[in-house]
């Protein structure tokens, strides 16, 4: 078990889904990962907001769609010291401000921003928040990906917005398997910790696929999760299939073949 109660700046603190299905939503979950998203006293002031907890810590937000255009989608967010210091920052480096900084209660501070390539992320401002209790075991947060079709303008941007490093490493494929020759891991600014990936996906993905902020969620066997999703009537994009970090698939709840998100069984 990994609990934490603060983040260092510069480092993913939460994820959240945005649901055209909320209850269906929690139900695919709760299977899935074990989670318990069940509506909260506060959820009606918060829009239908919830939280999703594993054995009483949270682990990631659901929210129902808010208008008939928003995507269902899951969201990253980026832990932050000053929202509006950063939303300046993410427009001199050419990104554009999706939602301005807004208070969340006394829960923190939150905006949406997208880079240059189009992929939307979400910084919080914590106050009595601070994001996930708990990280990198089964059932919650253990990675967060940005699969980008303009790797050099992501690493420009991300630089100058939270700090992040690039460091490059070889890609292992199959002969003839197609993917990038390389990935990406961020490193944090503060330690050059790494606490974030990124893939490019031109030619690995249709073209109406936009760039995207990908989730990986722990689970004890990712084969078992990928029959679970299955069972659900859910969707498998990729895998799985076993790398350094684990065995791992890209997968779909079936109320939102959209939000695709990662299941990682680590060793």
């Given at each position: 078990?990994?609990?934490?109660?603060?983040?260092?700046?510069?480092?993913?603190?939460w994820v959240?889904?945005?649901?055209?299905?909320?209850?269906?939503?929690?139900a695919?979950?709760?299977?899935?990962?074990?989670?318990?998203?069940?509506?909260q006293?506060?959820?009606?002031?918060?829009?239908?907001?919830?939280?999703?907890?594993?054995?009483?810590?949270?682990?990631a937000g659901?929210?129902?769609?808010?208008?008939?255009?928003?995507?269902?989608?899951?969201?990253?967010?980026?832990?932050?010291?000053?929202?509006?210091?950063?939303?300046?920052?993410?427009?001199?480096?050419?990104?554009?401000?999706?939602?301005?900084?807004m208070?969340?209660?006394?829960?923190?501070?939150?905006?949406?921003?997208a880079?240059?390539?189009?992929?939307?992320?979400?910084?919080?401002?914590?106050?009595?928040?601070?994001?996930a209790?708990?990280?990198?075991?089964?059932?919650?947060?253990?990675?967060?990906?940005?699969?980008?079709r303009?790797?050099?303008?992501?690493?420009?941007?991300?630089?100058?917005?939270?700090?992040?490093?690039?460091?490059?490493?070889k890609?292992?494929?199959?002969?003839?398997?197609?993917?990038?020759e390389?990935?990406?891991?961020?490193?944090?600014?503060?330690?050059?910790?790494?606490?974030?990936?990124?893939?490019?996906?031109?030619?690995?993905?249709?073209?109406?696929?936009?760039?995207?902020?990908?989730?990986?969620?722990?689970?004890?066997?990712?084969?078992?999760?990928?029959?679970?999703?299955?069972a659900?009537?859910?969707t498998?994009?990729?895998?799985p299939?076993?790398?350094?970090?684990?065995?791992?698939?890209?997968?779909?709840?079936?109320?939102?073949?959209?939000?695709?998100?990662?299941?990682?069984a680590?060793?």
């Amino acid at each position: 078990m990994s609990k934490v109660t603060s983040y260092v700046p510069g480092t993913p603190s939460w994820v959240d889904l945005a649901s055209a299905d909320i209850d269906a939503s929690a139900a695919f979950y709760a299977n899935l990962l074990g989670w318990d998203a069940s509506e909260q006293p506060n959820s009606a002031e918060m829009g239908g907001y919830r939280r999703a907890e594993l054995d009483g810590d949270a682990v990631a937000g659901m929210m129902p769609l808010q208008q008939p255009s928003q995507p269902a989608v899951w969201s990253t967010y980026i832990s932050v010291e000053d929202a509006e210091a950063t939303a300046a920052k993410v427009s001199a480096a050419g990104g554009s401000v999706m939602f301005e900084p807004m208070d969340v209660m006394d829960l923190g501070r939150m905006a949406v921003f997208a880079d240059p390539g189009g992929a939307a992320f979400g910084v919080w401002q914590p106050g009595t928040f601070a994001g996930a209790g708990r990280v990198n075991e089964a059932g919650a947060i253990t990675w967060n990906e940005l699969g980008t079709r303009d790797p050099k303008g992501a690493k420009e941007f991300y630089g100058a917005v939270f700090g992040w490093k690039a460091k490059e490493q070889k890609m292992q494929r199959n002969e003839g398997e197609p993917g990038p020759e390389t990935y990406v891991e961020f490193l944090r600014a503060a330690d050059d910790r790494s606490i974030a990936g990124m893939m490019d996906i031109g030619g690995m993905l249709p073209d109406e696929v936009p760039a995207h902020w990908l989730v990986y969620f722990g689970v004890a066997d990712a084969d078992a999760a990928v029959e679970k999703v299955k069972a659900a009537g859910g969707t498998v994009n990729f895998g799985p299939v076993t790398i350094d970090a684990g065995r791992f698939a890209v997968v779909s709840e079936p109320n939102a073949p959209m939000a695709a998100f990662a299941v990682i069984a680590q060793p």
